[in-house]
């Protein structure tokens, strides 16, 4: 399993690079800048509101109760 913190956007399925903007819904969906702009930063799966994510910053400390951020290959477990 290759661990790398790219994500492909819900929409057009582009990828979206470790330090590219990316926005991302309470139910972790995760969309590209332009999406998130076309939908007016609201999910169109589940409606959430899209925030952006944090970048490379982001750290264990951050995102250890939130075991469902490792499931876009960002976090080494
Ligand atoms: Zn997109
Ligand atoms: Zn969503």
Known sequence: MTLKMITNCKRCSQHIQENG????????CTYCESCADVLEH?????????????????????TANRSGWSAYGMLPY
């Open 21 to 28: 903007a990316a926005y991302i819904c309470v139910e972790e």
């Open 42 to 62: 609201t999910c169109s799966t589940c409606s959430g509101e899209l925030v952006r994510r944090p970048r490379h910053a982001m750290s264990a400390h951050k």
